[in-house]
C-alpha cells in the first residue's frame, strides 16, 4: 500500500486593539490565517479585519486578493465610518502603560 504524507504549516496572527475617544468606544481585530503545503508551491492566505465604532461596524475578508465587506451600514455610511475612522483612530503605546500591564 502507497501512502502519502501530506504536512501543512498553518499560522494564524491574532491582533486586537480598543480605546476611547471624546467618549465613543473604537475597536480593532486583526487575524491572519496562512496555510502552506511545503514542496506544493500552494499557500493560502485569509485576513479578517474589523473595526468598530460605537455600535457600528465594519468587517473586510481578503482570501487570496478576493475582498468581501461585511456590514449593516449604506456604502455612504461606511465612506463616512472609514473617514471618522482615519480621523479618531491615533492609538499611543507610552512606556507607562507596558508597566502598568506587566
Known sequence: MDSKKITEVHLTLVTSHKMEVEGVTLAEHKEVKTVDRPGSGNLSKVQSHKRQIGNKSLTVWDEN???????????????KFE????????????NQLIKDDE
Do not use: F, N, Y
Open 65 to 79: 486578493g478576493k475582498r468581501i465587506e461585511k456590514t449593516e451600514m449604506s456604502v455612504d455610511e461606511v465612506t
Open 83 to 94: 473617514a471618522e475612522w482615519t480621523k479618531m483612530w491615533r492609538p499611543q503605546l507610552t
